[in-house]
């Protein structure tokens, strides 16, 4: 699960790094920076879901000492859920330039929400295994 977590946020890493490329002026139509954002849109949807709905609930069922951690974790979901609603409003108002700048504030935020989640995903690693040693 560990391992699977990680693979998606790599996954939304290119996501972004594509979608980004294209608003940057690095080619391609509207019709083309829309899909590849849409993209983007579920990618992070589907694994924002599958946190909140299966591989949170199956860690705090585990160890329920970091429920706080993960529930500040979700809490960050609805503030990118938030972003990516507004950047589908610039783009299709046209308003490019500020849609880019939102998702590039949205790029930073979630890549720090990614390594937090990938630090306590490690020190659970570790909690597993100290627990299997004892
Ligand atoms: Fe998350
Ligand atoms: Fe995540």
Do not use: N
């Amino acid at each position: 699960m560990v391992r699977k977590i990680i693979d998606e946020h790599r996954a939304l890493d290119r996501l972004f790094a594509t979608t980004l490329e294209m608003l940057g002026g690095g080619g391609g139509s509207k019709r083309q920076i829309e899909d590849a954002f849409e993209e983007l849109r579920k990618a992070m949807e589907s694994h924002l879901g599958a946190e909140e709905t299966l591989y949170f609930p199956t860690i705090w069922d585990l160890l329920p000492e970091f429920k706080d951690r993960l529930r500040a974790f979700i809490r960050a979901h609805h503030r990118f859920r938030g972003h990516v609603q507004e950047i589908a409003g610039l783009m299709e108002s046209d308003e490019m330039e500020e849609a880019t700048y939102v998702l590039e504030g949205l790029r930073l935020e979630f890549g720090r929400h990614e390594r937090g989640e990938e630090d306590a995903l490690r020190s659970l690693d570790q909690e597993i295994l100290d627990g299997e040693t004892k």
